[in-house]
């Protein structure tokens, strides 16, 4: 056995979402062979991949299928990809930037954004949770976090806001910086500039994923926020009531429009059901079943999952403990499909087009 036969035997495995081998992709490391002992690297593009058995079970087969007796090891690594060639001096070392947006309020935008962060970041990614909305922040709630202020730092000369860290996420919201009660007066071009401010002036390190929790609706502030923060790509949160729906198209419209040029990268369907604690295997359908998967089916968009209505995720946000932190075992389930989705919907946009563009309009 060589290295060529190796690589030769690993040219035969197939990256599931980016549709070319495991050696023309350059994922095949390390390869070390001493008699049968076969083992190599595999170089992920998310730490949360979901398809990592199923990659690792294809190699071990497709070596034993030129050297039966092989005793194959597959370890893992990941270096996260990127498409980012634009302004770099915004958020210059977070890779990817996720917006998380709803055409409606209450449709649990800011549950998604959070135990979504809190999902990605279980696999070893590096993690960061930006709560935008500054009528309606909820960081400082969800994480249990009230109260406390950010640190400032010096950077080259310029203050910078550190960001708090929790359950190991980095988070920011304009709730930690200022009054509670003094956000919701904000209005046009004050929310924009307090926007803009908290996009350049917080300091988040290396981040492999940043998720924005994006405010309600598609105004101004929107169009301001897509054309300031290169966005990666959105995820829709919607309900699969009717009127959900509605303003999850507006949602989706806005993102239609050539000015954006934001991918998006898929719905996802919160409330789909209602489970009982003590049944846990019921599921009502209270608002109404699968409208988010039709919606995605009709604008052609990945459906992403269905987060299920239980109490769990509810008592979570209001104890500042995140379901994904606690012990409830199917919801975590579901926020973790969910996850494994948006990060393959991310890792097959960066293969596939070109580098986010965004408007200089700092400044
Ligand atoms: N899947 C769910 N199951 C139970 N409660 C939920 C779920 N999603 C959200 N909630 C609750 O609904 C309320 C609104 O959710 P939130 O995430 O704040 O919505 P938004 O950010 O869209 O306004 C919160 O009290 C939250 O805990
Ligand atoms: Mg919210």
């Given at each position: 056995?060589?290295?060529?036969?190796?690589l030769e035997?690993?040219s035969?495995?197939q990256?599931p979402?980016?549709g070319?081998?495991?050696v023309?992709?350059n994922?095949?490391?390390?390869?070390?062979?001493?008699?049968y002992?076969?083992?190599f690297?595999?170089?992920?593009t998310?730490?949360?991949c979901?398809v990592?058995?199923?990659i690792?079970?294809?190699?071990i087969?497709?070596?034993?299928?030129?050297?039966?007796?092989a005793v194959?090891k597959v370890?893992?690594t990941?270096?996260?990809?990127?498409k980012?060639?634009?302004a770099?001096?915004?958020l210059?070392?977070?890779?990817n930037i996720?917006a998380?947006?709803?055409?409606?309020g209450?449709?649990?935008k800011?549950t998604v954004?959070?135990?979504l962060a809190?999902?990605?970041?279980?696999d070893?990614?590096?993690?960061g949770l930006?709560d935008a909305d500054i009528?309606?922040p909820?960081?400082?709630?969800?994480?249990g976090?009230?109260g406390e202020?950010?640190l400032?730092?010096?950077?080259n000369?310029?203050?910078?806001i550190?960001?708090l860290e929790k359950?190991?996420i980095?988070?920011?919201s304009?709730?930690?910086?200022v009054?509670?009660k003094n956000?919701?007066?904000?209005?046009g071009?004050?929310?924009s500039s307090?926007?803009?401010?908290f996009?350049?002036?917080?300091?988040?390190?290396?981040?492999?994923y940043?998720?924005v929790?994006?405010?309600?609706g598609t105004?101004d502030?929107?169009l301001t926020?897509?054309q300031?923060?290169?966005?990666?790509?959105a995820?829709i949160?919607?309900?699969?009531?009717d009127?959900a729906l509605?303003?999850?198209r507006?949602?989706?419209a806005?993102?239609?429009q050539?000015?954006l040029?934001?991918?998006?990268?898929g719905?996802?369907e919160?409330?789909?059901?209602f489970t009982?604690?003590e049944?846990?295997?019921?599921k009502?359908y209270?608002?109404?079943?699968?409208?988010?998967?039709?919606?995605?089916?009709?604008?052609?968009l990945?459906f992403l999952g269905?987060?299920?209505l239980v109490q769990t995720?509810?008592?979570?946000?209001?104890k500042g403990?995140p379901v994904m932190m606690?012990?409830?075992?199917i919801?975590?389930k579901?926020?973790?499909?969910?996850a494994?989705?948006?990060v393959?919907?991310?890792?097959m946009?960066n293969?596939?087009?070109s580098?986010v563009e965004?408007?200089r309009v700092l400044?």
């Amino acid at each position: 056995m060589t290295k060529e036969k190796v690589l030769e035997a690993l040219s035969t495995v197939q990256e599931p979402d980016l549709g070319k081998d495991l050696v023309t992709l350059n994922m095949i490391r390390d390869i070390v062979i001493e008699k049968y002992y076969i083992s190599f690297t595999v170089v992920l593009t998310t730490p949360a991949c979901p398809v990592k058995d199923l990659i690792k079970n294809n190699c071990i087969e497709a070596v034993k299928k030129v050297v039966p007796e092989a005793v194959v090891k597959v370890t893992f690594t990941s270096d996260t990809t990127t498409k980012r060639t634009d302004a770099r001096d915004i958020l210059p070392k977070v890779k990817n930037i996720i917006a998380v947006v709803s055409g409606k309020g209450g449709v649990g935008k800011s549950t998604v954004a959070a135990n979504l962060a809190l999902a990605i970041a279980k696999d070893g990614a590096r993690v960061g949770l930006m709560d935008a909305d500054i009528y309606g922040p909820s960081v400082p709630i969800m994480f249990g976090v009230r109260g406390e202020r950010p640190l400032m730092m010096d950077l080259n000369g310029k203050g910078m806001i550190v960001p708090l860290e929790k359950y190991g996420i980095k988070l920011i919201s304009i709730g930690l910086l200022v009054d509670e009660k003094n956000a919701v007066v904000w209005r046009g071009p004050m929310a924009s500039s307090a926007i803009k401010q908290f996009v350049t002036d917080v300091y988040w390190d290396e981040l492999d994923y940043l998720i924005v929790d994006m405010p309600p609706g598609t105004g101004d502030i929107h169009l301001t926020l897509m054309q300031t923060v290169p966005v990666t790509g959105a995820v829709i949160v919607t309900t699969p009531q009717d009127v959900a729906l509605a303003d999850a198209r507006k949602g989706i419209a806005m993102f239609g429009q050539a000015q954006l040029n934001v991918p998006v990268l898929g719905l996802v369907e919160n409330m789909s059901y209602f489970t009982p604690a003590e049944l846990p295997d019921n599921k009502y359908y209270i608002f109404g079943k699968e409208g988010g998967k039709r919606l995605a089916d009709e604008y052609d968009l990945p459906f992403l999952g269905q987060i299920p209505l239980v109490q769990t995720i509810r008592e979570g946000g209001d104890k500042g403990t995140p379901v994904m932190m606690g012990t409830d075992e199917i919801s975590k389930k579901a926020f973790s499909d969910f996850a494994g989705h948006v990060v393959r919907s991310i890792s097959m946009r960066n293969a596939n087009m070109s580098a986010v563009e965004v408007e200089r309009v700092l400044d």
